[in-house]
């Protein structure tokens, strides 16, 4: 018997998150209202939405800080409110706003730790943080930069399996934000696993391979990047000639909506044809499409169609 097909091999990685139907209530208001996603070993899982959508509640049911409401959550097989104890020394968390100690050294803290996590650092971790040389400075003396990278040198201390980052480059410099990614992709390289909650929709295109989109407690999208991207029509955008109006276009496969600013938009899920019937038309016109542009959907066109409720022309 020979091995299985690569394809069935990547379908069998092992589930490191099972959530089904998780329902969370604050009072009478239920702000999770059955939510199901799965996160595999390995994998960066994007959790998206819009303000109030269920993201931090939910971050907090997979981080055993609070039992759900109804449901079933798993994390590296255990219930992660019952079973927190067992899961602490597994997984990482990095908290919006962390709250340590303002008068203890980046050093002292790491430390601190290292003890209350059980999670003993086998590597100069705020050397990976780019932070060596601020060792020694008491946390309220670091800028808000240093002190976001110094919440995620405590969160990989011991490069625990599972790593839960919430919002971890809010408020970083471009430069401060790339340096995070830099480590959240070499920890992806060594096999953790990684949870991502974000406002940044382009920090998860950059480093997601799973995501979902909550919005009012329900997920509203949820794949692979890559089969959630392709599952968005495609946009051709154009400046039409001034004496010209868009009845004189060819006939396309995709819509063309005609903005009042004189911009053309053809949103179409068959790209590579309507660029070159449109192209064609141009050539043979003797026309020029200003400012012509031609692009795959972003996560920002997902995300604002998630939220309006918008109907996907599946590509
Ligand atoms: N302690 C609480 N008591 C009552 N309602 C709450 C409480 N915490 C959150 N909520 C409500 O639950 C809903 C979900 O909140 P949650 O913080 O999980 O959303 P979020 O997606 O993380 O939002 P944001 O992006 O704004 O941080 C919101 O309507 C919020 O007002």
Redesign the pocket.
């Known amino acids: 018997m020979g091995l299985p097909p690569a394809t069935s091999m990547v379908s069998m990685a092992e589930t490191v998150i099972d959530v089904a139907d998780l329902r969370?209530r604050?009072?009478d208001?239920e702000?999770?209202r059955g939510v199901d996603f799965e996160v595999r070993r390995g994998e960066l899982f994007a959790l998206l939405?819009?303000?109030?959508?269920?993201?931090?509640?939910?971050?907090?049911t997979l981080e055993g800080l609070r039992a759900p409401f109804g449901g079933t959550v798993r994390v590296l097989g255990l219930d992660p409110f019952r079973e927190r104890a067992a899961l602490r020394s597994r997984t990482g968390i990095m908290l919006?706003d962390s709250g340590f100690p303002a008068d203890l050294t980046a050093r002292e803290m790491v430390a601190l730790w290292g003890v209350t996590s059980g999670r003993r650092a086998t590597e100069d971790v705020l050397a990976r943080l780019d932070l060596q040389h601020r060792r020694d400075v008491r946390i309220k003396q670091l800028s808000g930069g240093e002190r976001r990278r110094l919440d995620l040198a405590l969160a990989v201390l011991g490069r625990p399996e599972l790593l839960f980052l919430d919002?971890p480059t809010t408020g970083l410099d471009p430069e401060s934000r790339q340096r995070t990614w830099d480590v959240v992709r070499g920890l992806l390289a060594e096999g953790t696993t990684v949870v991502l909650?974000t406002?940044y929709l382009e920090e998860a295109e950059s480093l997601a391979h799973r995501l979902a989109i909550?919005h009012e407690?329900l997920v509203a999208v949820s794949g692979t990047l890559v089969d959630v991207l392709a599952a968005q029509p495609a946009r051709i955008e154009f400046d039409l000639p001034d004496r010209l109006d868009v009845t004189a276009l060819p006939m396309l496969a995709g819509d063309v909506v005609h903005r009042p600013t004189g911009r053309v938009e053809v949103r179409t899920g068959e790209l590579q044809d309507d660029l070159a019937v449109l192209l064609a038309w141009a050539g043979r016109e003797g026309l020029r499409l200003g400012r012509i542009r031609a692009h795959h959907a972003s996560l920002e066109d997902v995300f604002h169609n998630a939220r309006t409720g918008r109907e996907v022309v599946a590509a």
């Open positions: 969370c604050y009072g208001f702000a999770v939405g819009t303000n109030g959508a269920g993201k931090t509640t939910t971050m907090e919006q919002e909650t406002h909550l407690g």
